[in-house]
T-cell receptor, first 117, second 115 residues
């Protein structure tokens, strides 16, 4: 099956700094990518939907200036957590959708654990 | 609005027992997809099944089986003869059939299979 890779898998950063997480589709072109956040023992909550070459669409309650999403190519989307704080510590997982029509499969990355100290 | 409910927060069974994970969904769409994912402690999401709302046939894959009942808006997942390796959090999810196909996840059911 198709592969979506996230990097880094684990990251620890200091409070107030920014951290970037990459999401790459390795063997397909992802016209749409999704970013989810999962707090410990909770469900996955969609943060934003991004289409290549256009601005991301953020879900209600997600600060777009804090969580910068860039989808510059069909194989790469990045999530930058700016001025990170301990409450941003979470598991971030991306997914990519191959194709544009209905019925296309969505592939998830391995996820990235962010700890802000 | 779409919503997925997994009422069972945690289930503990002994190896070789059968276990059913419940999933109830709400949607105004007449067509949609339903999914089950497994999330082991490492965190990655393992895709188990995608079911189109047009297809209400039950499906069996090895020790796994799924019961889709549109009349009760349920998509239950049964593991037969559970094994320790089945221990994980299982998520049921729903998406629209067309458009961006954003996934709406349930809260998950933590399954613990002990030897």
């Amino acid at each position: 099956g198709a592969v979506v890779s996230q990097h880094p898998s684990w990251v620890i950063c200091k409070s107030g700094t920014s951290v970037k997480i990459e999401c790459r589709s390795l063997d397909f072109q992802a016209t749409t990518m999704f970013w989810y956040r999962q707090f410990p023992k909770q469900s996955l909550m969609l943060m934003a939907t991004s289409n290549e070459g256009s601005k991301a669409t953020y879900e209600q309650g997600v600060e777009k200036d804090k969580f910068l999403i860039n989808h510059a190519s069909l194989t790469l989307s990045t999530l930058t957590v700016t001025s990170a704080h301990p409450e941003d510590s979470s598991f971030y997982i991306c997914s990519g959708r191959r194709g544009q029509g209905g019925g296309n499969t969505i592939y998830f990355g391995e996820g990235s654990w962010l700890t802000v100290v | 609005a779409q919503k997925v409910t997994q009422a069972q927060t945690e289930i503990s069974v002994v190896e070789k027992e059968d276990v059913t994970l419940d999933c109830v969904y709400e949607t105004r769409d007449t067509t949609y997809y339903l999914f089950w994912y497994k999330q082991p402690p490492s965190g990655e999401l393992v895709f188990l099944i995608r079911r189109n709302s047009f297809d209400e046939q039950n499906e069996i894959s090895g020790r796994y089986s799924w019961n889709f009942q549109k009349s009760t808006s349920s998509f239950n997942f049964t593991i037969t003869a559970s094994q320790v390796v089945d221990s994980a959090v299982y998520f049921c999810a729903l998406s629209e059939l067309t458009g961006f196909q954003k996934l709406v996840f349930g809260t998950g059911t933590r399954l613990l299979v002990s030897p």
